[in-house]
C-alpha cells in the first residue's frame, strides 16, 4: 500500500537559511506598486542628497532603491505579517497614552 502524496500547502517547509551577505534595501516611500503577470511588483525609494560644492546647496533627490516583486501567496503573507506588527506597535503604544499624568 502506498502512501497518499501530501497536498503542498501541508508539505514542510524547507530549512530557512538566511546568509549575511545578502543585501538590505532601504526604503522612505513606496513609489508604485501593480500586478505584473499576477504577480505583485511594489517600486521603493528613498531621498539622496548631492555632495555639497563650495557655497551651493546639496540638492535632493528621490531615487528608486529597490524592485520588490512578491507571488500573490507572498504578497498574503507579507499583508497578514504587517497587520500583526501594526496590531502590535498598537497595543504596546495603548497603555502608554492611557497612563496618569
Given at each position: 500500500?502506498?502512501?497518499?502524496?501530501?497536498?503542498p500547502?501541508?508539505a514542510?517547509?524547507?530549512?530557512l537559511?538566511?546568509?549575511?551577505?545578502?543585501?538590505?534595501?532601504?526604503?522612505t516611500?513606496i513609489?508604485?506598486?501593480?500586478?505584473?503577470?499576477g504577480?505583485i511588483?511594489?517600486?521603493?525609494?528613498?531621498?539622496?542628497?548631492?555632495e555639497?560644492?563650495?557655497?551651493?546647496?546639496?540638492?535632493?533627490r528621490?531615487?528608486?532603491?529597490?524592485?520588490?516583486?512578491?507571488?500573490?501567496?507572498a504578497?498574503g503573507?507579507?499583508?497578514?505579517s504587517?497587520?500583526r506588527?501594526?496590531?502590535?506597535?498598537?497595543?504596546?503604544?495603548?497603555?502608554?497614552a492611557?497612563?496618569?499624568?
Amino acid at each position: 500500500m502506498t502512501t497518499p502524496p501530501i497536498p503542498p500547502n501541508q508539505a514542510p517547509k524547507p530549512q530557512l537559511e538566511d546568509p549575511l551577505n545578502e543585501r538590505e534595501i532601504f526604503a522612505t516611500e513606496i513609489v508604485g506598486i501593480g500586478s505584473v503577470h499576477g504577480n505583485i511588483a511594489i517600486t521603493l525609494a528613498t531621498v539622496r542628497f548631492d555632495e555639497p560644492v563650495g557655497s551651493v546647496q546639496p540638492k535632493a533627490r528621490r531615487v528608486v532603491t529597490g524592485r520588490l516583486v512578491l507571488t500573490s501567496a507572498a504578497a498574503g503573507q507579507l499583508l497578514q505579517s504587517l497587520q500583526r506588527l501594526v496590531a502590535q506597535i498598537e497595543a504596546a503604544q495603548i497603555p502608554a497614552a492611557k497612563a496618569p499624568n
